[in-house]
């Protein structure tokens, strides 16, 4: 008997867990419609934007990125493609494989959006930099800017060679999402 209730309890649980799961979903669901009229509002900028902006995966930025596009008045109006590491993703011999998708991102974006520019927004305190390099560039910020500096002159060098018609801005974001250009 006692097993059996814990079975049973156990059960229990389990639905709970799913008819949560379910309700998660449902208000995911009331999220999307809520925001589709303000979506549509937006004026149609028939299949192009300027910008194709390069970051880090890193979730503790996510926020912060969006926040600075959008005080710049590029909300929703921008391509974004994703690298752990940002501008050492797309250069590290480590994963080849990154830096191609990062040229043919750059490439589809020009192709299909006409951008005009790309921005580059590596950040401090970065993991995949502490990975690639094998240092932890966090304790000496005039240092990890330094470095981060090197990764973004040289990948705009590469992409000035290939896009002339580019431009290319360098960002370097901290992880309280104050951002300083880097004049490189
Ligand atoms: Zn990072």
Same mark, same amino acid.
């Given at each position: 008997m006692k097993h059996s209730t814990g079975h049973h309890h156990g059960c229990c649980q389990g639905e709970h867990g799913s008819r949560r799961g379910f309700l998660k979903l449902a208000t995911l669901g009331v999220g999307v419609t809520l925001m589709a009229p303000m979506m549509m509002s937006?004026?149609?900028?028939? =299949?192009?934007?300027?910008t194709l902006l390069l970051s880090c995966m890193d979730y503790r930025l996510m926020g912060h990125v969006a926040g600075y596009m959008n005080a710049r008045n590029m909300q929703a109006n921008y391509d974004h493609v994703i690298l752990a590491g940002a501008s050492l993703g797309a250069l590290t011999d480590k994963k080849p494989a990154w830096g191609d998708a990062f040229w043919d991102h750059v490439a589809v974006a020009k192709d299909l959006h006409h951008i005009k520019r790309l921005i580059v927004m590596d950040h401090r305190d970065c993991g995949a930099y502490k990975v690639f390099l =094998?240092?932890?560039?966090?304790?000496?910020p005039t240092r990890e800017a330094e470095v981060h500096g090197q990764y973004l002159a040289k990948l705009k060098t590469m992409v000035r060679e290939r896009h002339p018609d580019l431009e290319v801005e360098l960002l370097l974001m901290g992880l309280d999402g104050q951002v300083e250009k880097l004049a490189v």
């Open positions: 937006r004026p149609a900028r028939a =299949g192009s934007v300027d =094998g240092m932890d560039l966090s304790p000496d």
